[in-house]
């Protein structure tokens, strides 16, 4: 146990009187705890520099003081209560000792404050809620023992060469190369592992992005509803977003033609708009990619569900349609190990190499080794693709059963179905519902749902609700909507009776 | 029909696929307005038929077509041909002009501006300890334990923003034991990235042109991630009691921030004296100033006298600790901590929110456990005593191969000090590190000023005893050739 002892130094006090007041301190200060053993005789001997004989009638002076015990055969103990007024005394000393008095704190600076604000909203707002696992796939499916395996096979002396390379910032340029391979494979994108840039922490794409490319004041265009914590983390900058609005094919570039200046950075995310789910149309993709091309503003491609589609065609990403280099392409593999794989990354345009790497070492240099060595072998051996297909199929199965139980018993609730996303679907419910009245049915049953609202930054939308399908049970999901329509009609029934 | 109007010959000689070569004459059609958009194009049977070819080789066409962006196919209404085609906008510039020049914020000026002065790189060098010296199996039954049970754990945790709860409580414990710093976990922060650290203390606290004093030399790292946020330094010397602190109460403006290095000065070594760390905490308190304590290598101590942690002395809650297992663990972790004040809870709480929400679980979860397991205490206690042996064994390696001027006397950290005598040459001396791959680097960057000549760091720590002897040797011959 390493302790940090100082030794007073006071002239005509014995050394051993020295340590054991220091060792009394440390007591008091609840640094060595109540009950724990003390340091061995050894290590403070060699720690310290001091012979066996003073510690011991250190230590011996602590005893008659009641601070420690001895037991034999297993050592010496800081005593479990302290004596009578030592008690007091020390408790005293832990509260002053841990919460020091404060003066009146530092300002926070302008952006600081923005900062602050953004993000305590964002803390209360954006409730990360487990039982919902929204956007994660199930648990039950999690391919965590290919993944335990893998991590294991490369927590090894050998992978010692690799460890040189662990410092580029970019990521180990192996895994940058299957993940070149896996875009080009799975998105038709073309850009190379020179443009792949890994991160350790998905908020941190953006984070980057941001700070190169934008000053405070800057404009984004935002897709509204649209993924609240990515604009989060933009709007912490003192950008100002402004929301466009979404209709069925995507991201609105009549309504981008409509602002009196063109924007610096346009954030969409085509796959499945997040949360609407509409797949953004190619002729709108190329309407797009035009616009940002003549404006010069970058466009911000957040792929983030693309893994999982039921019936509509496979569209190339906007990244890989993109000749004029203002694609910035993200994406995780977040959807497959849920909480364990943080690596994402980010494909950057030609232009922005160089000063994304700057970027990316001054932000987070170092990025986890094992991880990414089992990442390599994961997408390499095929793990990854052959979990999304499993995947896939279970999810088909349980987005149907949700559908027809849906179609069953809230038909006269609800619009009619859009395809929604990748693993959850969209609820428009009729507008002769409260909001209030939906959420406590869905708790009262069970139904896991989630209001769009943190999604919608100017507007408000009240009756659309999220729904997760990846863990839905498809034994019981037919009765849990039972249930929750049926209460639904009692809770809304009482709502227009106090009308 | 539409298809005889082209006048599509397929050339099977041509060894494109037809699917492609339909593809083309198409879209080709399509680009000269013979088929203006809108227009609906013959079903696919249609086309099979007219030009003699299977029906999935004229719907690969289609399908090449659709996503190239120049036809929408629409259930129920067939294929038309787009109306916004790919490349016809007439405000489009000319492509090479897009995005030549890419306007950077002033943040991404200012990084560009000290990588194109020499001062920033992209990478740097690998300093650590050795894979082969890190208890791997322990680290590995961690792994296995958690990724077992992650399933579990994962669906349970909700990712807190300081880190996992655990975690803090080992860190915590471990550093009020071992440098008697002043802590909760609830002012704990977990860093996956130790780069935030300062990043985001400085988009907190500082304004454009604050002013934030720094030892001189210091770490360069720390003075870069201030100046590109903005600040000024103020460049404060530092003599063998650590940091000048006298030459604070010079400046016309007190500082925001004082970063320092109190428990081994970087570059020089030297210890901060109790009686600057009484003057530099008064100063601070007086100043409304926040100092930022980073005690980046104090766990190796050769001569006994672990130091406690100048935040643990501060009662004025003024001191910001900043620690990490790098020097420790990596590469098998490298979480960065830092401590911070009770008013800064609830800001950072917010920021590192926006950046850092979460940082794997598994490993959080294993790292705890290494921490409460004594793993930890026990592999920096022979760390510890592995380095004191090579640092001592550099010393009496330098006093036969090198004419050395000065050599840092305080037994600590895992680089020495050196500076070497004026009849070397620098140029010489570049090439020598070179062809003996000897880890020892100029301590030019930690000057923001002019630097020292002829002064060194020689890695000790991550070397073992017979390769760091040869690497010297092969230096000296180098050298003196």
């Keep these: 146990m390493a302790i940090a002892i100082y030794l007073e130094y006071k002239s005509n006090v014995a050394l051993y009187r020295r340590l054991s007041d220091a060792l ?49 055969g297993s050592g010496t103990f ?12 020390a408790s005293a000393f832990l509260s002053a000792a841990n919460r020091p008095v404060s003066f009146k704190p530092l300002p926070l600076s302008e952006r600081g404050r923005t900062i602050f604000e953004v993000g305590k909203r964002q803390a209360t707002e954006h409730v990360h809620v487990p039982a919902l696992e929204y956007g994660g796939t199930p648990i039950e499916l999690s391919p965590m023992r290919d993944w335990k395996t893998l991590m294991i096979k490369h927590c090894d002396v050998s992978r010692e060469e690799q460890v040189a390379e662990m410092i580029d910032p970019l990521g180990l340029e192996k895994l940058r190369e299957a993940i070149a391979a896996y875009v080009l494979r799975r998105r038709s994108i073309s850009s190379g592992p020179q443009n792949v840039c890994i991160f350790g922490s998905k908020q941190l794409r953006l984070e980057l992005i941001g700070r190169l490319l934008l000053n405070p004041d800057d404009m984004v265009a935002y897709e509204e509803p649209g993924y609240p914590e990515n604009r989060n983390t933009l709007e912490s900058m003192g950008v100002k977003i402004t929301p466009i609005a979404v209709d069925t094919e995507g991201l609105s570039v009549a309504a981008l033609r409509r602002l009196p200046k063109p924007p610096k950075l346009i954030y969409v995310s085509p796959s499945h708009q997040d949360p609407l789910g509409h797949v953004m149309s190619m002729p709108r993709r190329h309407e797009l990619l035009e616009y940002a091309a003549a404006t010069g503003a970058f466009i911000v ?81 095929g793990y990854l693709e052959k979990h999304l297909k499993q995947t896939q199929r279970v999810l088909a199965f349980r987005r149907q059963s949700l559908i027809l139980a849906i179609t069953r018993y809230l038909k006269d609730m609800v619009d009619p179905l859009t395809d929604g996303g990748g693993t959850h679907l969209i609820l428009n419910f009729q507008a002769n519902l409260f909001d209030s009245a939906i959420e406590q049915a869905a708790q009262q049953s069970g139904f896991n749902l989630m209001s769009t609202k943190p999604y919608y930054a100017s507007t408000t939308k009240s009756g659309q609700y999220i729904v997760p399908f990846a863990s839905v049970d498809q034994n019981s999901i037919d009765n849990v909507v039972k249930t929750f329509a049926l209460a639904l009609q009692k809770q809304s029934g009482r709502n227009n009776d106090a009308n | 029909m539409l ?75 067939g294929t038309r041909v787009c109306p916004h085609l790919p490349g016809q906008s007439e405000e489009l510039p000319p492509r090479d002009k897009v995005h030549k020049t890419v306007h950077l914020s002033q943040f991404g000026n200012r990084l560009k501006e000290r990588f194109d002065a020499g001062v920033i790189t992209a990478k740097t060098a690998y300093v650590g300890p050795l894979l082969r010296e890190l208890p791997l199996s322990t680290w590995r039954e961690l792994l296995v334990r958690h990724c077992h049970a992650a399933s579990k754990e994962e669906s349970q945790y909700v990712p807190e923003p300081f880190g996992y709860q655990p975690l803090r409580e080992a860190y915590a414990s471990y550093l009020t034991r071992a440098r008697a710093v002043k802590v909760s976990q609830d002012r704990l922060v977990t860093f996956a990235s130790r780069n935030l650290r300062l990043d985001l203390l400085a988009r ?100 006994g006298r672990p130091l406690p942690s100048l935040q643990g002395m501060d009662n004025n809650d003024r001191t910001i600790y900043l620690s990490c297992l790098w020097n420790a663990m990596a590469p098998v972790s490298r979480i960065g901590f830092m401590v911070v004040p009770d008013p800064l809870v609830e800001p950072l709480t917010a920021a590192k929110g926006l950046v850092e929400r979460d940082v794997s679980l598994v490993e959080q979860a294993a790292l705890a456990d290494f921490i409460n397991e004594g793993h930890l205490e026990k592999l920096i206690r022979k760390q510890r005593s592995r380095y004191a042996v090579r640092r001592q064994n550099l010393l009496s390696l330098l006093a036969k191969a090198l004419d050395t001027a000065y050599i ?3 037994s600590a950290g895992l680089g020495l000090l050196v500076r070497l005598n004026n009849h070397y040459e620098a140029a010489k001396i570049e090439q020598a590190i070179a062809s003996s791959q000897l880890p020892m680097t100029s301590t030019r960057s930690y000057y923001a000023g002019a630097a020292r000549d002829l002064e060194f760091i020689l890695s000790f720590a991550a070397l073992e005893e017979s390769d760091l002897a040869q690497r010297l040797e092969l230096f000296a011959a180098a050298l003196n050739s």
């Excluded at chain 2, 099979?48 to 090449?64: F, G, P, Q, V, W």
Aim: with cysteine.
């Design chain 2, 204 to 303: 907190l606290l500082l304004n454009d042109g604050d002013l934030v004093a720094m030892e001189e030399p210091g770490f360069s790292a720390a003075r870069e991630q201030f100046l590109a946020n903005g600040a000024q330094i103020a460049q404060i010397g530092v003599d063998n009691q650590g940091l000048i602190v006298e030459q604070l109460h010079e400046l016309k403006t007190a500082p925001r921030l004082i970063y320092v290095t109190p428990s081994h000065q970087a570059p020089t070594g030297a210890v901060m004296s109790m009686n600057r760390r009484k003057q530099l905490l008064e100063y601070a308190a007086k100043n409304q100033a926040y100092i930022i304590e980073d005690d980046y290598d104090s766990e190796f101590r050769y001569d």
């Design chain 1, 301 to 381: 491609e957040d792929d983030f569900d693309n893994e999982f589609r039921y019936g509509r065609p496979i569209l190339p990403s906007i990244k890989a349609l993109d000749q004029y280099d203002c694609v910035i392409y993200m994406a995780s593999f977040w959807k497959v190990l849920y909480q364990s794989l943080r690596l994402s990354f980010v494909v950057f345009p030609d232009c922005l190499v160089n000063i994304g790497a700057l970027g990316k070492s001054y932000l987070e240099r170092h990025l986890p080794l094992l991880e990414q060595l089992a990442l390599i072998d994961f997408i390499n051996d």
């Design chain 2, 3 to 77: 298809i005889d109007r082209l006048d599509l010959a397929l050339d099977p000689t041509s060894g494109v696929p037809a699917s492609r070569q339909i593809a083309e004459a198409l879209k080709e059609a399509i680009i000269e307005k013979l088929v203006s958009p809108g227009v609906i194009l013959p079903s696919v049977r249609d086309i099979a038929k007219a030009l003699d070819i299977s029906r999935s080789t004229a719907a690969r066409a289609i399908d090449e077509l659709s996503a190239q962006g120049y036809v929408v196919t629409e259930m129920g209404s």
């Design chain 1, 78 to 89: 800081v005593a479990s209560t302290l004596p009578g007024d030592l008690g007091e005394l």
């Design chain 2, 408 to 410: 840092a006397p305080e």
């Design chain 1, 24 to 72: 009394r301190k440390a007591i008091m200060e609840g640094r060595l705890q109540l009950g724990e053993p003390m340091p061995s005789i050894r290590e403070l001997s060699e720690t310290l520099k001091l012979s066996r004989s003073t510690i011991l009638k250190a230590y011996e002076d602590l005893k008659t003081q009641g601070l420690v015990v001895a037991h034999s």
